[in-house]
């Protein structure tokens, strides 16, 4: 059902917390059927009534003599476990109606227009009704600790329709491709046109070989092999101990005289029943919780992926070597084990500890009502003090809030709401630890690895750094920063640091790709100490004396022909800028208050800049009084932003081959910046790999202008390999092709717009520039050629001369066709292995997957690997 039309869902804040509220109903509506199921199924326990599969025990346990001190009632009464058949009828009701009533297929879902009485009212009925109802549920378990999810659900919308959040809960959009859908007759038609299946193991095999997959088909394998492993070999230990109890019942061999821990349970077993079949499987699932539960913390701990990723070399390098040796030792780890995948297999463990935990509860729900006195005395000392009930109740409250807070949709939303509600990782942890009674053997590795990590993280943290200089040409914010002892910050182009800033909050860190090379950190431009802008030497005039010094200096963005010796910097006035740079998108501009931390972090900047201006440079003196490039500390006093970094990111291995696709779409195209800049002014003089890179970024119309520092990057780059290859400093075997993508172009011609930042003039250059900034920014604004002739016109005769070229950059208008791209590089490849590294949205991410399988070939000697960036 659609909503109705015209309805306005543009409030103060989009959706983000009632994204997550809306998850939490749907996790409420589930454990309210099953757990009011269980507490209408515990209003009638059962009562074993001293019988092992229908026959009685033997019976020296029925009547009171010398061989046991307990007797069993045959006609005793079943236990009382606290059900209630009503509310357990109430609470499957209620779940069932929140159910529908919020899925967003069936239901209203997340449809919060702003136009209502609850928006203008600030006042969330719904989420007051969940309220009230969780309070009667509390009188009975086990639906009291559905109540406890059901609760906190209420109080969170409540909190985001007072925050007068409004949203359509993505109703258009799902429209939108259901209509779409309609528009393709909804996919192939006809037995002619589908795909034969093929059960050919051996073509399976090679198929995983082409697609550079099998490692990972392998890991998955081993990794559901173990768990199956784990849960029957527990299931059957446990089968064999209730069995081996049953049949001393029977045979009358079960001790109860001893005096011991264990004849103590065996007085029980008497009196009440040996546990159930059900309490196996209970055991079997929290086994393989056991397991994945240390798991799990592997692929998060970003010290053991960094040690990991720096070990082997490429896979041509490794073919090449002669020696077998050679070949084995130093192969790289991520040809073996995908490493770029760990946020994958992060949230594969996770989805399997929540499928053993359900059973785990479930089990031993089943167990205790069949069986519960047996129950409580079997486990009475598992936990640490017999807390083994309340920890359990613990852990699926924290997994509650977890689990819901960690799809996709609240994580984009809103970030901190993720990152705070996974923190509840701490209580899960800890109440692990006391749950079970040999889960501290799983977990020591894996949780002192973390723990450690933690402590690196706040030691890296308190490292200084130096803020140099803060651009922002609106969405995007540049930040350029440096350590004061360079060796605190060794990192590779494609890696990625976490940032903090103390003034708004010591404890969150949030994650971004470099953006510079590491040869920026070690040999940056000079720049005015004054104003902070990039200079270049004045040449010595001819008539000067030889006695006379000259050392002066100009800003790049002027014409030091058309300026006055007395406004030459002197050299004492200028200084090196090594940097390292991030580019930020600020999110939150729509609003009139800071709510996101990139706002924060942009008007906490603003505060140290009264003039207001950008770009705006931080300098401070030294105990000379020397003006030194960099401010550490802010207006509060405290370090300006805190660095725990560099960290392992899969573009890093980008020099792992000779031919290398970097693809950037949005602000995701900073690691393909960093990259290119490596490339293009530092590596390929010093002989580096890859010889040859091809730069493809996708970009809106109405964005050019946001990513001016590129377009001016890009222009300084080319004017660099120009001037490089003019004087032969680098050899003819470099080759370098970027492939701008505009789309969403308008018919109409738009305005080109002022740049924002100075160009270079490039006054004194000895090699003449082959374009400017000002004219790629044109071009893009205003792209002339189709994307679907760019394999033609690339080949063509008239490539060279062709209206949509500048040097080694072309300007497309539409997206890129990625078959006619692969088979164009895979036709023309001078290497056998092509890396292809990206970071950008996911459905990109999902064709370039498909491409490198499709045009990846054993036979051919071509493999495309791709490299991709989870974020």
């Given at each position: ?43 009638s ?33 079943p ?16 779940g ?7 899925h967003?297929?069936?239901g ?11 928006y ?28 406890s ?78 768990n ?18 049953e ?41 393989c ?14 010290l ?32 073996f084990?995908?490493?770029s ?46 807390t083994a ?19 996709d ?8 709401i ?65 350590p ?9 182009e ?8 103390p ?38 005039p ?5 006695d ?58 603003e ?9 705006f ?6 105990e ?52 290119l ?7 390929w ?26 377009i001016?990057?890009?222009?300084d ?37 002022e740049?924002?930042m ?9 090699t ?40 080694d ?10 078959d ?41 000697d ?6 991709k960036?989870?974020?």
């Open positions: 059902e659609e909503p109705p039309p015209g309805r306005p869902t543009k409030g103060k804040f989009p959706l983000q917390f009632l994204l997550w509220a809306n998850n939490m109903a749907l996790g409420s509506a589930l454990w309210l059927v099953i757990f009011g199921f269980f507490t209408c199924l515990w209003d326990p059962k009562y074993w009534e001293c019988k092992v599969e229908g026959q009685l025990i033997n019976a020296v346990y029925l009547t009171p003599n010398e061989n046991t001190t307990v007797v069993c009632d045959p006609d005793g009464s236990p009382e476990l606290n059900g209630d058949s009503g509310l357990g009828a109430i609470g499957i009701g209620l069932v109606l929140i159910f529908l009533f919020e967003w297929e069936y209203w879902g997340s449809y919060y227009p702003s136009d209502s009485f609850s203008n009212h600030k006042v969330s009925f719904r989420g007051i009704f969940y309220v009230l109802l969780s309070f009667p549920l509390f009188t009975a378990f086990p639906v009291a600790l559905a109540a999810f059901l609760l906190p659900t209420g109080l969170v919308c409540i909190y985001g329709v007072s925050r007068e959040e409004a949203g359509d809960g993505g109703r258009a959009a799902r429209a939108r491709r259901k209509a779409s859908a309609r528009g393709r007759g909804g996919g192939k038609k006809g037995g002619d046109e589908e795909d034969s299946v093929d059960y050919n193991p051996f073509k399976f095999y090679k198929k995983l070989v082409d697609e550079n997959k099998l490692s990972s088909y392998i890991w998955v394998l081993l990794y559901f092999v173990s199956l492993v784990t849960f029957f070999v527990t299931l059957s230990k446990w089968n064999g101990n209730v069995k081996a109890a049949t001393a019942l029977m045979d009358g061999t079960l001790d109860t005289t001893c005096g011991t821990d264990v004849c103590e349970l065996n007085k029980v077993y008497v009196q009440n029943g040996v546990v159930s079949r059900w309490g196996p499987y209970a055991k079997a699932c929290g086994m919780l056991n397991f994945n539960c240390s798991l799990i913390i592997y692929p998060v701990v970003r053991l992926l960094r040690k990991l990723n720096n070990v082997g070399v490429s896979f041509s390098n490794r073919q090449a070597n002669p020696t077998i040796f050679a070949k084995f030792f130093a192969s790289p780890v991520t040809r084990i995908p490493l995948k760990n946020i994958d297999f992060h949230k594969l463990v996770a989805k399997t500890m929540c499928l053993f935990a359900a059973g785990h509860t479930v089990f031993h729900f089943f167990n205790y009502w069949y069986r519960s006195e047996a129950t409580l005395a079997t486990f009475t000392k598992w936990g640490w003090g017999g009930f309340f920890t359990g109740c613990l852990i699926c409250f924290a997994m509650f809030f977890i689990f819901t807070a960690a799809s949709t609240v994580r984009y939303a809103h970030y901190e993720f990152f705070s509600a996974h923190h509840w990782f701490v209580v899960y942890f800890i109440c692990l630890l006391m749950h079970g009674p040999i889960y501290w053997k799983w977990a020591a590795v894996p949780l002192c690895l973390y723990l450690w990590e933690r402590v690196m993280q706040e030691t890296r943290g308190d490292r200084p750094y130096y803020v140099n200089k803060v651009e922002w040409i609106e969405p995007v914010m540049a930040i350029q920063f440096r004061v002892h360079k060796q605190d910050f060794v990192f590779k494609g890696q990625y640091l976490y940032l903090n800033c003034y708004i909050n010591k404890n969150e860190w949030h994650p971004f790709t470099i953006s510079s090379a590491s040869g920026d950190l070690s040999t940056g431009p000079r720049i005015s100490l004054e104003t902070g802008e990039e200079v270049i030497e004045v040449p010595r001819k008539g000067l004396a030889r006379e010094k000259w050392s002066k200096y100009c800003p790049v963005g002027k014409d030091y022909t058309r300026m006055k010796p007395s406004e030459y910097l002197d050299k004492h006035e200028t200084g090196y800028n090594d940097y390292v740079s991030v580019h930020i998108k600020v999110h939150g501009l729509e609003f009139k208050e800071a709510r996101t931390w990139t706002r924060k972090l942009k008007e906490y900047f505060l140290m800049n009264p003039t207001g201006k950008f770009p440079y931080l300098t401070h003196r030294d000379r009084g020397d003006i030194i490039v960099g401010r550490r500390t802010g207006p509060d006093g405290q370090q300006i932003l805190r660095v725990d970094g560099p960290h392992s990111a899969p573009s890093e291995h980008y020099t792992n081959y000779g031919t290398v696709m970097i693809i950037g779409a949005g602000i995701g195209l900073t690691p393909c910046a960093s990259i800049t490596s490339m293009l002014r530092y590596k003089k010093k002989n580096f790999n890859p010889e040859i890179v091809h730069f493809y970024w996708m970009v809106r119309q109405n964005e050019v202008d946001s990513y001016q520092w590129l001016h990057l890009i222009t780059l080319e004017h660099q390999l120009k001037y490089d290859r003019e004087q032969k400093q680098i050899g003819p075997q470099y080759y370098c092709e970027i492939n701008i993508y505009i789309t969403g172009v308008k018919k109409e011609p738009v305005e080109v717009k740049l924002k100075k160009e270079n003039t490039f006054t004194g250059a000895l003449k520039p082959a374009f400017k900034a000002k004219q790629l920014q044109a071009l893009m604004t205003n792209p002339n050629k189709s994307s679907k002739e760019q394999v033609a016109l690339q080949n063509g005769p008239e490539s060279r001369s062709a209206p949509n070229r500048l040097q950059v072309w300007v497309w208008n539409g997206r890129p066709n990625w006619n791209i692969f088979q164009q590089n895979k036709n023309q490849r001078q290497h056998g292995e092509v890396g292809v590294c990206f970071c950008g949205a996911a459905v990109i991410g999902k064709d370039l997957q498909r491409c490198c399988q499709t045009y990846s070939s054993v036979e051919e071509c493999l495309f690997s791709l490299h960036e989870n974020f």
